[in-house]
């Protein structure tokens, strides 16, 4: 696993990381102008692609960063990870509706609580669905039992996962104020100072994300025989 915060590194992957990260950048500045809806599916469908590809070389033991995604099956990828969402986050979700729109009483330590199962259960999902590249893969049946397989290796792995993305969003919450400031400030040593740490930020994402998949894809790679998934 430490292997893996140098692994975006390797080879080619610094420049892989830079384009990439310029690439989903510009599809999220794309995603809010007219064509938002359209421009959203496609940068959801290529950070998806671009996700899997890490996954599927560490599969195939590569020590390198994949070439970039294509844009083939960019509403293929939106469909399998909008997918893979709603089925970890199906609960929560459903008593958030419930609660607002129906006026339910629904404890809201309920909806906390299946939130951290949520988020538990969607590293697994997600490995399964972009293996099997099916959206059916991150059903119950398939999930469940690779989890009980691997207990002690897969609740290192989500914790690993969940705490990324709690960086991430607690790094997205920041640059948000910082932008907030930077709409009224009227000096330009702070506003270029804003954008120059809201770039570093988005490739420190990137780097964060393309760890996060590396991370996956090994324990993927060294439980593969306990998994079974492609054994006949």
């Known amino acids: 696993m430490p292997g893996a915060l140098i692994y975006p590194f390797r080879g080619s992957g610094l420049l892989v990381l830079i384009v ?15 064509f938002s809806i359209l421009a959203k599916i496609v940068a959801l469908g290529y950070l998806f692609s671009f996700m899997q590809n890490i996954i599927h070389a560490t599969a195939n033991q590569e020590e390198q960063m994949p070439d970039l995604p ?19 986050f199906f609960a929560p979700i459903a008593m958030g509706v419930m609660k ?5 009483d629904i404890p809201i330590s309920a909806i906390i609580a299946t939130i951290i199962l949520g988020c ?23 999930v469940i ?39 009224i400030t009227k000096d330009m040593s702070q506003l270029l ?3 120059a740490l809201r770039a570093i930020w988005k490739l420190a994402s990137v780097y964060l994300l393309t ?7 090994l324990l993927y790679v060294t439980r593969k025989e306990r998994l079974g998934w492609f054994s006949r």
């Open 145 to 183: 039992p690779a989890i009980l397989k691997v207990p002690a290796e897969y609740l290192v792995t989500a914790i690993v996962l969940v705490s990324v993305y709690g960086m991430q969003q607690l790094g997205n919450f920041v640059m948000a104020l910082l932008s907030t400031e930077s709409m």
């Open 193 to 195: 100072l804003t954008f």
């Open 20 to 34: 990439s990260t310029l690439m989903l950048a510009a599809m999220d500045f794309i995603s809010s102008g007219l």
């Open 211 to 217: 760890v996060s998949m590396r991370i996956l894809g």
């Open 120 to 142: 538990l259960y969607f590293p697994m999902a997600f490995l399964a669905v972009a293996m099997k590249d099916s959206v059916l893969a991150a059903n119950p049946l398939v």
């Open 100 to 104: 607002v729109f129906f006026e339910m």
């Open 70 to 88: 294509g844009f083939d099956d960019v509403f293929g990828g939106a469909f399998r990870l909008a997918g893979t969402v709603t089925v970890c």
